[in-house]
Structures are given as C-alpha cells and as structure tokens.
C-alpha cells in the first residue's frame, strides 16, 4: 500500500520444487494481501491509540479533592477497545466553598466526538472562572455549539453546589435529570425544565434551586447509563433509583457521609451501578458517563458575617472583626491576622470608595480561609497599571500578592469580592 518494507513470509514445502509462473503470480498476489491487511491493522492499532490518548486527555485525570463535595465518576466507552466518545463529566472548583458538577453528552462516538467534546469541557471551565450562573453557562454554550456548524447533537447539565445555603442550582439541555438519594432512604429525580439540546434551543434557559440535606447523594448521568436496544430510559432510571436507594438502605448510619477527603465508598458504589446498569460482554451501543457527588455542608461555626456601615470607618471594624474571628478559628497566628486585616482593609476601602451600599463582610473556613466583601454595584474592579507617580490604584495588586486567589461573583443584589488563603498546615 505505501511500498515500504513491513515484514517477510515465508512458505515451506515437504520437499524441494521449482514454482512454476501460475504459483509465483498466487503467491506474489497472496503476499500483496497479507501486507494490505497487515498495514491497515497497524493504522487501525494507531488510530486506536491516538483515539485513547485525546479521551484521557479531555476526561479529568483525578477529579479535585473538596471538602464539601466528595465525587466519583466512570466512563465506559461504546465500543470495547475504542475508548473514545463525547460523554464527558467533570468537578469544577469555584469561589466561596462552592462545586461545580457536569456531565454532558455529545452524540455518536469517535474522534469527531470526541474532539467537540474536548472543545466544549474547555468552554464550560473557561465560562466557570467568570462565576457565571447555570442558566447562562448554557447560554453562552449554545451559541458555541450553534457555531461549531457540524450539526453536533449535544446534551449538557451544569449544577453549582453551596454549602452555605444547602442548595443545588442547576439547568440542564436536553439532558436527563439526575437522581437525589437523599439521607432518609428516598430516593428522586430533579425537575428539569425540557429545552432541547444545545445548538437547537432557544435562550433563555431557566436556573433551578433545590434544597440538599447534608449527606445527599447525587447521581448525574448520560443517556447510555440507562438506555439500550432492551431498555427504555424509563426503565433504565428506575432501575437506577432502585440500586441507589440500596446502597444508601445498606450504608451505616454512622458512615454517612464519609469523610470528605475519603472516595473510596463512591468508587466502589460507581462501579456497582455500571455493573449493574451496562450490559456485560463489549454489547454496550453508547457511551456511558456517571458521576456521583455526596454534599458536605459548612456548619454554622464554620461561617461568618456581619453587615458593615457605609462609612470610611468600616475599615476599621471589619479588621477588629477579623481579628476576632481568627482566634476564636484558633487561626492567630500574627501572619495570618496581619495579611487577612490587610486583605479585607482593601476590599472594604474599595467598596467605601468606588461601589455603593449596603456592604457585608463574610468569611468562611473550608479547604481555605475565605474572606468575601458583598455590596449594591455591579461594577467588576479591575487591575489598573500605574506608574512610579501614581499615588493610588494599587489595591488589586497588592490584594493579588497576599491571597492564594482573588475574584468577582455576581449576585442578584450585587457582586462579592473575595480572596482565598491557605490554611496553617
């Protein structure tokens, strides 16, 4: 096929013969066939391994370790050896303690799949750095698949974890809704409103809330998880519900929930429901992806908030508040109080100075020490570059030097500044 050299046959007779020409053109042809084969199992044998390498590289390689979301997650291709589809999950880390949890699908399964998923994972975590609701995440991805012009069939559920408030927001496209096994046995389906799948539906999406008690376990999944040539999605999630509702029956009260850090258990229980679920013996038709998240609530002691005057002398008392907290958080250490003083005397002044009212410190202690300034303006502050003269502007920068991350969220009455610093070891 390429004229090079790709191996040697060998042919051996009982005993010594002469080939006449009607056996060397048989053999010279049979030996062009054998190399024809040969070469396309080493090009399908390539082709496999690229398609295995791009699906490890777009499928998170360790989901992030969180003390509020405890995950786990299977993948199981469609066909057995090829290893490559456009499922795709994923456990995003976002500012104020929250989690980020998605699963999407894109239809069919290939490099062409494969590949639009890849580009959408990158998409979905790129819009998540701008602290963007559910509704509007789809929103923007939309028009990302309405532009890929590719007819991309594609199905998306992005939901946001809060601690602090014990709710799930969520919005979905065309995906199937995911299953609530609650701490008292129950086990639901969320409500998800029908729009259709992304590239097709027409914005607005709608943002839901659901309360999640503390322990809730929640499963979110691709059609392949629940759907075969045997088994109607119906069936195929009442299935599901079942197996989950025994494995939180049979869990120890005293281990639920498990130890945030601790994934061992969600692991062992992902594997039994694909066992369950999948069919056995390389049948499967579609792509499967389950991803399994157990809720970790903050407790009250581990949160702080206090309103805080609109007045220049606000500065002050958020530093006395923080003092305070800090050693009843037995985090006095002088290193911790004079950066976190200092980091919250800035974001307080910026409030003071550039936003309006009413203002509101919080602070949080989680997998970081969280501080949050909350006010009316919807106003992004951004780094300013100055120069050697400059006698102002620098607040950002140096807010940016004393915290491990900085950023903006939005709200529906305002926007929240807030910083992340390491907790002591």
């Known amino acids: 096929m390429s004229g090079r050299e790709i191996g040697a046959a060998v042919i051996s007779f009982g005993r010594p013969r002469v080939l006449d020409d009607d056996e060397r053109t048989l053999l010279t042809a049979l030996s062009g066939l054998i190399a024809q084969a040969l070469e396309r199992a ?38 057995q050896g090829a290893d490559v589809g456009g499922d795709r999950y994923d456990v995003i880390p976002l500012s104020a303690a929250r989690g980020a949890l998605v699963i999407g699908d894109v239809m069919g399964h290939g490099m062409t799949e494969a590949a639009t998923m890849g580009r959408l994972r990158t998409a979905v975590r790129t819009l998540s750095e701008l602290e963007l609701p559910p509704d509007e995440i789809l929103g923007h991805l939309n028009d990302i698949v309405g532009e890929l012009g590719n007819d991309a069939f594609v199905t998306c559920l992005y939901a946001i974890y809060d601690p602090v408030s014990r709710c799930l927001s969520y919005a979905g496209a065309g995906q199937l809704p995911p299953a609530v096994a609650h701490p008292d046995g129950t086990v639901t389906f969320l409500s998800v409103t029908p729009d259709p799948p992304l590239g097709v539906a027409a914005p607005p999406f709608e943002t839901l809330e659901t309360p999640l008690p503390a322990g809730s376990l929640l499963a979110l999944y691709s059609d392949g998880l629940v759907e075969s040539k045997d088994r109607d999605v119906t069936t195929g999630m009442n299935h599901l519900a079942e197996l989950l509702f025994q494995s939180v029956d049979t869990m120890p009260p005293e281990t639920m929930p498990p130890a945030p850090a601790d994934t061992s ?54 530093r006395e508040l923080v003092r305070a907290q800090l050693t009843d958080w037995d985090l006095a250490g002088e ?9 919250v005397s800035e974001l307080v002044g910026n409030v003071i100075r550039h936003a309006c009212g009413p203002i509101r410190l919080r602070m949080l202690r989680s997998r970081a020490l969280i501080c949050e300034v909350s006010d009316a303006s ?48």
């Open 265 to 318: 258990g969600l692991d062992a229980l992902c594997a039994t429901l694909t066992s369950a679920l999948l069919p056995a013996h390389g049948a499967l038709t579609d792509n499967a992806a389950l991803l399994l998240a157990r809720t970790h609530p903050l407790d009250a002691e581990n949160i702080a908030e206090w309103p805080l005057p609109e007045d220049p002398v606000a500065a002050g008392r958020a």
């Open 335 to 343: 290193d911790l109080v004079m950066t976190t003083e200092l980091l």
């Open 42 to 79: 080493g090009l399908y044998d390539e082709a496999t391994t690229r398609a295995r390498t791009l699906q490890r590289s777009l499928l998170p390689q360790a989901l992030p370790t969180m003390p509020e979301v405890t995950t786990a997650a299977r993948y199981q291709p469609a066909k």
């Open 378 to 425: 919807l106003t992004t502050p951004h780094i300013r570059h100055t120069s050697a003269t400059d006698e102002g502007g620098r607040g950002l920068q140096l807010i940016s030097a004393l915290c491990q991350r900085r950023g903006t969220r939005h709200t529906r009455t305002g926007k929240s500044i807030w910083t992340e610093q390491p907790l002591p070891m």
